[in-house]
């Protein structure tokens, strides 16, 4: 099967850690994203890569970190920093032409306990 | 000004009539626009993309482009209870040689019997 897969599905983080949210892709896609929603909200771009070891700041990308150290893979690493992390995020991929459609992954809802 | 932006609703319309849902952006040089639909708790799923100035039809759904006044829209006809979602508009956009893919806020659509 195709597809993108994030986990967990559901991740609880106290105060002052940092957290590793996974996304996985089996689509040979060359981009991958990652966004926030907050409830209500639309999606806010944190992070987003067009290649291999190559990323770039988004919107809202302080207080978060990426690799892409591998195509399908593209982690998301949510630290103390962030003030407020509490939110679903979303993975997407991409492939690479502008016509390109985006796939998302299932998400993860983080709750700061 | 956003770079993407959508009128957040709700816009609410009766089972069997026709929804319209509207989209501005602000790069001149974008190429490709999406529709996606998101159900409350769920990642986006894509419905509809369009490339070129005119309409596209798909089933009930029909994306309309114009390029030159920098807006798409998304009717669906004939309005069932399962449309109640909220619809995200993403647009493509290089920034700094990078290809960013963008979203609006998000039109939230109530259909009621």
């Known amino acids: 099967d195709g597809g993108i897969t994030q986990s967990p599905k559901y991740l609880f983080r106290k105060e002052g850690q940092n957290v590793t949210l996974s996304c996985e892709q089996n689509l040979n896609h060359d981009a991958m994203y990652w966004y926030r929603q907050d409830p209500g909200q639309g999606l806010r771009l944190i992070y987003y890569s067009q290649i291999v070891n190559d990323f770039q700041k988004g919107d809202i990308a302080e207080g978060y970190s990426v690799s892409r150290e591998k195509k399908e893979s593209f982690p998301l690493t949510v630290t103390s920093a962030q003030k407020n992390p509490t939110a679903f995020y979303l993975c997407a991929s991409r492939g690479s032409g502008t016509a390109s459609e985006a796939f998302f992954g299932q998400g993860t809802r983080l709750t700061v306990v | 000004q956003k770079e993407v932006e959508q009128n957040s609703g709700p816009l609410s319309v009766p089972e069997g009539a026709i929804a319209s849902l509207n989209c501005t952006y602000s790069?001149?040089?974008?190429?490709?626009f999406f529709w996606y639909r998101q159900y409350s708790g769920k990642s986006p799923e894509l419905i509809m993309s369009?490339?070129?100035?005119g309409d596209k039809e798909d089933g009930r759904f029909t994306a309309q482009l114009n390029k030159a006044s920098q807006y798409v829209s998304l009717l669906i006809r004939d309005s069932q209870p399962s449309d109640s979602a909220t619809y995200l508009c993403a647009v493509p956009m290089f920034s700094g040689g990078y290809n960013k893919l963008i979203f609006g806020a998000g039109t939230r659509l109530a259909v009621h019997p």
């Open positions: 369009i490339y070129s100035n």
């Open positions: 790069d001149r040089v974008s190429q490709s």
